[in-house]
């Protein structure tokens, strides 16, 4: 871990802001889920502690996925630690295709400055990943589904005759005659 000093000021606030949004009613969620799809109790203890390693993330991460993530460090060392974490989140972009917005930094998990983050990015890789497998427990809502309408040309020439609310022709109300300040002077 990094050797940080309290914050101050508007870290400090920033930071509280984060740790407000902290739902436990989520974590709780996530703990079955991830307990589910890799077929054994979740750790006891913290929701960090457990996850900090990236070990659980990685053998997540290849039940989702297989073979997602050929070689993972069992090791005490920081890096090697941070590295397990960070194949966890390639995976996820690379392999399921979450977006990398949705999905937390190696630093938010390993050093819990932002597990609420960490969070959010376990169920959108659940969401993603049942997106690919149906067959996989919810954790969420899932993602939509695209539904493409295709028209005749008879109907999209039906719809070009109408006049939009928005084009302002709503029972023939206008701006005409309205004033605001005095007019320009030229």
Not at 4 to 24: F, N
Not at 82 to 110: C, G, H, R, S, Y
Request: charged share 25%.
């Amino acid at each position: 871990m990094a050797n940080r000093g309290p914050a101050y000021g508007m870290s400090r606030e920033i930071q509280d802001k984060i740790e407000k949004q902290y739902d436990v009613e989520l974590e709780t969620q996530c703990r079955h889920w991830i307990a589910a799809v890799v077929g054994e109790p979740f750790p006891e203890g913290s929701f960090h502690e457990a996850l900090k390693d990236g070990l659980l993330l990685c053998r997540l991460m290849n039940i989702l996925s297989p073979e997602s993530i050929p070689k993972v460090h069992n090791s005490k060392f920081a890096f090697k630690i941070m590295e397990n974490i960070n194949f966890f989140l390639m995976a996820a972009t690379e392999k399921l295709d979450v977006p990398v917005v949705e999905l937390f930094q190696t630093v938010d998990l390993f050093e819990a400055a932002n597990m609420t983050q960490v969070l959010w990015g376990i169920t959108a890789v659940a969401r993603y990943a049942r997106r690919a497998n149906k067959e996989l427990p919810a954790l969420g809502p899932d993602l939509s589904v695209k539904y493409e309408r295709n028209f005749d040309q008879e109907t999209m020439n039906k719809g070009a005759s109408i006049v939009g609310m928005q084009a302002g022709g709503f029972k023939g109300a206008n701006q005409e005659g309205m004033t605001f300040g005095r007019p320009r002077a030229l």
